[in-house]
């Protein structure tokens, strides 16, 4: 079954640092190379957004505005894998991360790996 599996959440305290991966799964592995990536998050009473994608090549990684600068992006192709780098953390970025596909498919959803920023 085509699925992404996200790993890497924890509770952090504001200003500090996690890294996520996320690893695609089944036929969504046999693809990946060659398909745009991006990280999702979803803040609890809020819509899914997408803050962060990567292309195929990694060569131009894009933020949405609220993370650009603390967060970075990047993939490895041989390993189906895709991380998040994010630094400087605030409460505000406590949400559940995922990742698909851009735009996304819906049957390729995962469980996420949830991000808490608190002190």
């Known amino acids: 079954q085509a699925h992404f599996v996200e790993s890497g959440g924890g509770l952090v305290q504001p200003g500090g640092s996690l890294r996520l991966s996320c690893t695609a799964a089944?036929?969504?592995?046999?693809?990946?190379?060659?398909?745009?990536i991006g990280w999702y998050r979803q803040a609890p009473g809020n819509q899914r957004e997408l803050v962060a994608t990567i292309n195929p090549s990694g060569a131009t990684p894009d933020y949405v505005d609220s993370v650009k600068g603390r967060f970075t992006i990047s993939r490895d192709n041989a390993k189906n894998t895709v991380y998040l780098q994010m630094n400087s953390l605030q409460p505000e970025d406590t949400a559940v991360y995922y990742c698909n596909r851009d735009p996304a498919i819906g049957s390729y959803w995962g469980q996420g790996t949830r991000v808490t920023v608190s002190s």
């Open positions: 089944g036929s969504a592995g046999s693809i990946f190379a060659i398909k745009v």
